[in-house]
Each structure stands twice: as structure tokens, then as C-alpha cells.
């Protein structure tokens, strides 16, 4: 995987995938799955699924956060700043140009219809990100703990997404370095 993409084109690529991306970060991953490992064989698979996990650790904007590693890998810094221009250009225009005529669009039919669909479509999407991931995690006992008191954490002790974020980033830290043998 060592092709070799002018800044150009990677600006055009993400341009392109900002243009389609509904739904926010989560939908992000079988975009770029599809994109940059089963259409253009530019990153692995396995890249992009770590990329996916690092962007949402980091504060920010996933789909940003995201581009900006893809770019960065695939040219330096140069790449990163290209990427993450791209993927928000026309996301940032549409904003712009909705902004001057929000008042006119809440209430028409067609533009809601067309929210409900967007709706459900980035339903689907998330579920794929959610088996994606799925598939890529090593589960093992400790991971089903985990994954349990997350759920319970959020839904029955209602923390809240960035304490429970923290809180078992620190326990998955001590549990892999305790797993290696080291001090914590």
C-alpha cells in the first residue's frame, strides 16, 4: 500500500467524502473503509479501524480527527491539513448557505421527509460502525466486564459520556499494563 496520492487529489477525495457524510463521525467508518481500503488500496484495513478509535478518543470533530490521520499517513503534514479542509468544505458551505434560509425550511415537507430519511439511513451506518468494531475488539472476559458496567455506567448510573470515557480509558490502561507486568 505504498501508492502515492497528490494533495490535490486527497483534498478532492475528502471533499467528496465530506459532501456525503450525513449522519456525523459515526457513519464515518464504512466511508472510509470503502474509500481508502476497498476502492483506492491506499490504507489497511486495520489503519483505518485504529483511526476510527483514536479520532473518537480525541476532542473534536470525528470525521476531521479521522482525515486528518488518514492524510497524515498517506502525506506527512501537508496531507493532514489537506484532509481535514476537504472532509469539512462543503459541509461548512452548506451550513452557510442553510443558516440564511433556516427560517424557510422548518416547516416544509419535503425538507423533513428528507431528514427522516437521512435519519434512518445514518441509523444504519452507525449499525454498521457498531459491527465493525465489533468484529475488530478482542473479547475476552474482561472485555464483556467492561463492556457491561460502560452500558451500566451510562444507562443505569446515567454518567456522563466524557466520565465514562475517562473512566475506562484509565481502566484499559491498568489492565493492559497490568497484563504485561508492569507498574501502573
Excluded at 465489533?134 to 473479547?139: D, E, I, L, P, Y
Excluded at 472476559?141 to 475506562?168: D, H, N, R
Aim: glycine residues 8%.
Amino acid at each position: 500500500m505504498s501508492k502515492k496520492v497528490s494533495l490535490i487529489k486527497l483534498f478532492l477525495i475528502f471533499t467528496k467524502i465530506g459532501a456525503i457524510l450525513l449522519g456525523g463521525g459515526y457513519v464515518i467508518l464504512p466511508i472510509m473503509t470503502s474509500e481508502f481500503v476497498d476502492k483506492r488500496k491506499l490504507v489497511e484495513h486495520d489503519d483505518v479501524i485504529d483511526y476510527f478509535a483514536l479520532a473518537q478518543s480525541l476532542p473534536g470533530i470525528i470525521a476531521a480527527n479521522m482525515s486528518m490521520f488518514i492524510g497524515y499517513k498517506l502525506r506527512g503534514k501537508w496531507g493532514a491539513v489537506a484532509a481535514m479542509i476537504g472532509v469539512t468544505f462543503v459541509p461548512f458551505w452548506c451550513i452557510v448557505l442553510l443558516a440564511s434560509i433556516i427560517s424557510t425550511l422548518v416547516n416544509n415537507t419535503y425538507v423533513l421527509g428528507a431528514l427522516w430519511g437521512v435519519g434512518v439511513s445514518v441509523i444504519a451506518l452507525i449499525m454498521l460502525t457498531v459491527r465493525e468494531m465489533w468484529q475488530k475488539s478482542t473479547r475476552n472476559g474482561f472485555f464483556y466486564t467492561i463492556f457491561a458496567l460502560t452500558l451500566g455506567s451510562l444507562l443505569v448510573f446515567k454518567l456522563s459520556p466524557i466520565q465514562t470515557i475517562l473512566l475506562f480509558t484509565f481502566l484499559g490502561v491498568a489492565y493492559k499494563r497490568i497484563r504485561e507486568g508492569k507498574k501502573i
